[in-house]
């Protein structure tokens, strides 16, 4: 049956806002990645409801739909229906969460787009090294010098891509900026600095800036200030040629004596601080990083990896830390989705974990990730020990990866080292053992969830059953928004939108933990379900102010003793969303049967818990 794109698109679209709405757009390998105007307008569960659509990530300003493998399909069909050319970025609304994630999502607008680019060039750079080690195709010959020189042309060039990425991000003149920066690397100019030249007094840094970004960056970063101001006083008859005259004449020689040694700087800083990482920490840095990317990925962070592997990669040569690392998660991700595609009872679970796999094995995880291993905490258990143990292998080895791509099966020539055969070798024992370890793993812990959301919770049988800890309005743990709880990466439960500041206990329990940071309760209930109790989004934050918790770690409590008192209206007056996600951690372990969203008294039963065998 034809997939409908057209109809995916519209309903994205119109769910995200309206064209409007929407002053950027573009795509990964797997997602839609939207800059949204105004974030009130953005339905995210109507977005997860829609047919194509396996998950929507972000906050504030930045919204991003999961596609999987039909990210271009979708990407094509939005297009048809408006112009998103703004590329800048709306200032953040309000709120701690748009601040930062706008910030992420600035710089990966400018590494992000690099990345086919830097990618195809570097895989090709690496086919010609493989092949002229096998012994198929000559050094020396004129086809491996101009593939070569062509592979090459694509970072020997990345401060003009870099200026077209940024000047995109800022909407400023591209044209402009990939001139201004073109100057850096100009023939002319790299032999003049190199004989000796000042300006004012200061002579100009030696500094070979091709193969360089941070120096672009902050080139097109004053750039964009400079043309902003003079197009403000600049008369307009002339605007056309005399704005770019002086930002040509001001930004080409700040940045030859301040902006470009200081980018030129930061680049070698940010290497060599991984590496002072890698030296202290060596191999268990790339399993420990490997093993905690599934929740970096859930929640964005990994993002912010994408700069140092591009600047490492084009500063050394190499990255062994992120890259490695990633190789070990993707295959886990695939080796855990085919375990589930064999235990699983689900007909549909089965079909969309072999897919996700493959998708995964050849490098791209979201398919894996947000379709199969997070809905089950089992599932992305073995995610985690496979990733470890893949981890492990590849630091051990010191795997270096020469090109900045997500690893899988169709990239692994990105591991071939010229001067170390056996990098290749490693490269593929780690594959092996990140996909048969999370593979074992989760063919042990895999059981299917059986929620069935549709039978309201036995209210007469308390002894199995988990109540609300406070009055208000009940919803569905997915409309939390915040995208761990929603993912259900700690759990499944629900959540409470309480009417006021008291914490109850849901059921007879022994307190575990009340969190330092006293926003949070973690307690072992009687009926053998482990839960947590975590008072509004972000609130660690707070560091314990407007929090009075009335219980102490190893305290027995019965059901609807207090727990908490806190300062609702503190919470809301400083912007914290209020909610109350209520989490059983060891869910896995149960049936769960759920209540219906809508008004709740504590003490209302809203789980009901019924033991799994085996």
Known sequence: MAKNYAGTAKAILEHVGGEA????????????RFTIADPSKVDKDALKATSGVMGVVGGGNQCQVVIGNDVIEVYDEVLKLGTFQGGSTPAPTGGKKAIGSTILDF???????????????????????LLALMGVMSADSAWYKVLFQAADSALYFLPILVAVTMSTKLNCNRLVAVASVGALILPGMTTLIADGVSLWGVEIKNIAYSYQVFPAILSVGFLYFVEKYITKISPK????????????????PVTLLVLGPIGYTVGQGLTTVILFLYDKLGWIAVALLAGILPFMIATGMHKAFVPYAVSSITEMGSELLYMPASLAHNISEGGSCFAVALRTKDPDIRSAAISAGISAIFGITEPALYGVTLQNKRALTGVVIGSF?????????????????????AGMAMFVDPENNMNIVWSFVGFGVALLVSFAATMFLYRDNHLEESQAPD??????????????????LEDVNDEAFAGGVLGDGMAVIPEKGELYAPADATIDTVFDSKHAISMMCDNGAELLLHVGLETVNLKGRYFEPQVKNGDHVKAGQLLMKFDLKALKKEGYDPVTPVIITNA????????????????????DLKKQEG
């Open 21 to 32: 709405n929407v002053s950027h757009l573009e795509h990964c390998s797997t997602r839609l």
């Open 107 to 129: 710089i990966v607008g400018i590494f992000q787009p690099l990345v086919p680019a830097i990618a195809g060039a570097g895989i090709l750079k690496a086919l010609l090294s």
């Open 237 to 252: 008859p002339i605007r056309v040629f005399f704005v770019p005259l002086i930002c040509f004449a001001i930004v080409v």
């Open 389 to 409: 143990f893949g981890g492990l292998t590849v630091g051990l080895a010191g795997l270096k990866a020469f090109v900045a791509m997500g690893p899988g099966l």
């Open 459 to 476: 209210t007469e049988n308390t002894e199995n059953a988990i109540a609300s800890p406070m009055d208000g309005r009940l919803i569905l």
């Open 588 to 607: 896995d372990n149960f049936w769960l049967s759920k209540a219906s969203a809508g008004i709740i008294k504590s003490g209302d039963v809203i789980l």
